[in-house]
């Protein structure tokens, strides 16, 4: 399904009804990848996985976008689908992004899951790495990118033992637009810090973190969760960054138990 927001054309799936959950994908990814969510919950909740502008079937304009609007767009959904809040679960980028979205929309979450993120800004040699990352995919394209983010992207179980993830990771980095790609190294680089906004987030979250993930490492997690008053704090032992597709069962039922601990 599509949907217009601020002139560009987005892609969504929505499946199944009760508490609304909208899944915010990670860079350099697309929706699909929260398909063992999707299949797992949409029986129980009403799930909806955006494509951020840039990546999927979304459009993918090459101009300068800050991540507040990409939260803008997330707004716009819930405003096409007459939803007044959700539970916001945002994974890497999607976690900045539901970040930048609590502190514009605030009043329209119901809760929070931030997954294998971080509040922080980029410091200079994060900035750097994007730089380089935009250059790589400039010049070399996205067969180049696939190679560079799928050791950050995947923990090393995940690489010696799941090659039908690491081949799905590889593929859609591979099909990602290159525009979306360098628009989002821009929006990361260009993110507030987020820090000294936790402690204003009021609903119920969960802070999510695959046991190894060095991009987004464990202290990162414990600062969010020691910061936003009353959220807990989950370790997914031999996952990476994806901690959703490297132990879906475990995440999933982390997800359902904070759900449903809502009503």
Known sequence: MFYQAHGIRLAYDDEGSGIPLVFLHAFPLNRSMWTPQITALSGQFRTIAIDLRGHGESDAPLWSFSLEQYADDV?????????????????????????????????????????????????????????????????????????????????ATSLKRKPE????????????PVSGILVDLMAMAGRPDSVAHLPAISCPTLVVIGEEDHTTPLIDAQLMASHIPNARLAVIPAAGHLSNCEQPEVFNDLLRGFVEGLR
């Open 165 to 176: 993830l690491v081949e799905y990771v590889r593929r859609t980095i591979q099909h990602t």
């Open 75 to 155: 707004a716009a959904l819930l405003d096409h689908l007459n939803i007044p809040q959700a539970v916001l679960v945002g994974l890497s980028m999607g976690g900045y992004i539901s970040l930048a979205f609590s502190r514009q929309y605030g009043n329209r979450l119901r809760a929070l899951v931030l997954a294998d993120t971080r509040a922080q800004a980029d410091g200079p040699e994060g900035r750097t790495g994007r730089f380089h990352l935009a250059q790589t995919t400039y010049t070399q394209g996205t067969e180049a990118v696939a190679t560079t983010m799928l050791p950050k992207l995947l923990g």
